[in-house]
């Protein structure tokens, strides 16, 4: 338990520190409905320390302020009410200073409860922790995207992350591997920690496959766009369409031309398009239209599974320091964990057999499970100890502002 505490000390201080190259004003900003101010991320994971571990289990916890409850609840219904999402850019109160002495006001009350925790509560207690603690962990990597998306709309472009990257190798040549047909298993056993929606572990069928062995890069997207792919109707879903129509897209999210030359922008600001590098914020419907136009298409989430589970769990993660994914360096299965979330065209769904966690934390996963797709693997802002093969995460098919590439598949 003593390791649990340390972790606690240690997730929570990385919290702050990714938000050291915030200035006061950048901790407000909610750029679009779908991003959450720093600040508020801040406040969010402490809230969930106080509501589902402080309030039920701490004899004598005094909330700092109640209307936190509101204000900091996301999006749990039978924890409460809470305020709109939409408008969390809207409160300039409490201030920056305040959410950091919330988070000095539950860090006190959890460390000495977590010291002598009630004998009856202990493993509930523990076992909450640990999920407030992969919690935070999740957070964080959605304050650097959201960071990115807030920064994006900024003519400025500034850079959140000032460091000068090592220069760019080649990618190795996209390779291919196959694999039998034959019944998989996929998802979480046993007692270490994994989300409610990668269990059960259970079989699967399928085909012979092969899968690529790295990530599709910029260079090879932009010959799709070369193509004149964004205005081909047949590459793409009718959802694609329309909203490529609506939206206007002619690339993926962060490229605009600067005259006549292709930019990005990223966490290190704005810089000529680096060709070598995976291609980056693609939506589902782009991910799939370029694997249609390249004659191939997305693995599904068991295939996917199935090639990783023999894989290490190594690669540019947010402790590589980066922050920007990186050209693949080696031949053979490569980037599976790391550089980039890989589309995957499995829909989010339940497993069967699939029981969501008792009581409110039930809503922390299960009832997101419509219209939303799986991606696979972890990107180059997450926490490399939050990662594991079966993890699954999920967004709708038009979002693109999170750290999303692509694999491609094919039949054999
Ligand atoms: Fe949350």
Redesign the pocket.
């Known amino acids: 338990m003593d390791k649990l505490i340390e972790r606690y000390r240690t997730v929570r201080a990385r919290s702050e520190a990714l938000c050291a190259p915030l200035e006061v004003e950048d901790y407000c900003i909610q750029a679009m409905e779908s991003v959450s101010p720093p600040k508020w991320h801040l406040a969010?994971?402490t809230w969930?320390f106080e509501m589902f571990i402080l309030v039920p289990y701490a004899k004598h916890y005094c909330m700092l302020r109640e209307e936190y409850a509101h204000l900091f609840n996301?999006?749990y219904e039978t924890a409460g009410t809470f305020f709109p999402r939409p408008q969390r850019g809207m409160l300039s109160r409490p201030t920056v200073e305040e959410v950091y002495h919330y988070r000095r006001h539950v860090d006190a009350a959890l460390l000495d409860l977590l010291a002598s925790p009630p004998a009856q509560h202990a493993a509930d207690i523990w076992q909450r922790l640990r999920l407030g603690l992969e919690?935070e962990i999740?957070?964080q990597e959605?304050l650097l995207m959201d960071t990115c998306y807030n920064f994006s709309i900024n003519p400025l472009h500034p850079a959140y992350h000032k460091i000068e990257l090592p220069p760019a190798a080649p990618a190795v040549t996209m390779g291919w591997q196959e694999f039998p047909a034959g019944i998989i298993e996929i998802g979480h056993d046993g007692d270490a920690f994994a989300y409610d929606n990668e269990r059960p572990r259970h079989k699967v069928y399928v085909q012979d496959f092969r899968l690529a062995t790295r990530l599709v890069s910029n260079a090879e997207y932009l010959a799709f766009i070369e193509d004149g792919s964004y205005d081909r109707v047949d590459l793409w879903l009718s959802d694609a369409w329309r909203t490529l129509q609506e939206q206007n897209w002619q690339a993926p999210l962060y490229w605009f031309k600067q005259d006549r030359d292709w930019m990005h922008f990223d966490l290190t600001g704005a810089h000529a398009l680096r060709l070598e590098e995976p291609v980056a914020h693609l939506s589902y419907y782009e991910a799939d239209a370029y694997a249609r136009w390249a004659g191939k298409r997305l693995p599904t989430e068991a295939e996917w599974e199935h090639a990783a589970s023999t894989q290490t769990i190594a690669g540019n993660f947010l402790n590589n320091g980066l922050y920007v994914p990186q050209p693949a360096q080696q031949t053979g299965m490569s980037q599976m964990f790391g550089d980039l979330w890989e589309w995957t065209q499995s829909a989010y769904l339940p497993y069967p057999g699939f029981k969501p966690l008792p009581g409110t934390l039930g809503e922390?996963n299960g009832k997101f499970m419509s219209e939303q797709m799986v991606l696979r693997g972890g990107c180059c802002i997450t926490a490399q100890d939050h990662m594991r093969a079966t993890y699954r995460n999920f967004f709708r098919a038009a979002d693109r502002w999170m750290f999303s590439g692509l694999r491609l598949a094919e039949d054999i």
């Open positions: 969010h994971v969930f996301s999006y919690h999740q957070h959605l922390y």
